[in-house]
């Protein structure tokens, strides 16, 4: 089985960074998606961003510009660098890896950012 453990969460000023990690552990395969979702209280769980195992990387019109996903597969883990954080980017942010007929949730982390 797999387990997704994000950290980096807190809470920061606007205009602020922030960097999540997502680390996986398990049975990891190599050819995999990792996807950043986020849920803000009241509101659906959106997605964010991914990046596949090749580093192919998408963004939502939201983040795209101001986010920036990475992976480092000799670890397995995740990272997304936001950058001129906003208070709309306040939300839990949870991992997800889809691999195989296989997807896994992380806990979430959250981020708190003032104005």
């Known amino acids: 089985q797999v387990q997704l453990v994000e950290s980096g969460g807190g809470l920061v000023q606007a205009g602020g960074s922030l960097r999540l990690s997502c680390a996986a552990s398990?049975?990891?395969?190599?050819?995999?998606?990792m996807r950043w979702y986020r849920q803000a209280p009241g509101k659906q769980r959106e997605y964010v961003a991914a990046i596949t195992s090749g580093g192919i990387t998408d963004y939502a019109a939201s983040v795209e510009g101001r986010f920036t996903i990475s992976r480092d597969t000799a670890i397995n883990t995740m990272y997304l660098q936001m950058n001129s954080l906003k208070p709309e980017d306040a939300a839990v942010y949870y991992c997800?890896?889809?691999?195989?007929?296989?997807?896994?949730w992380g806990q979430g982390t959250q981020v708190t950012v003032s104005s």
């Open positions: 398990g049975s990891i395969f190599s050819d995999n998606i």
């Open positions: 997800r890896l889809l691999q195989s007929q296989y997807a896994y």
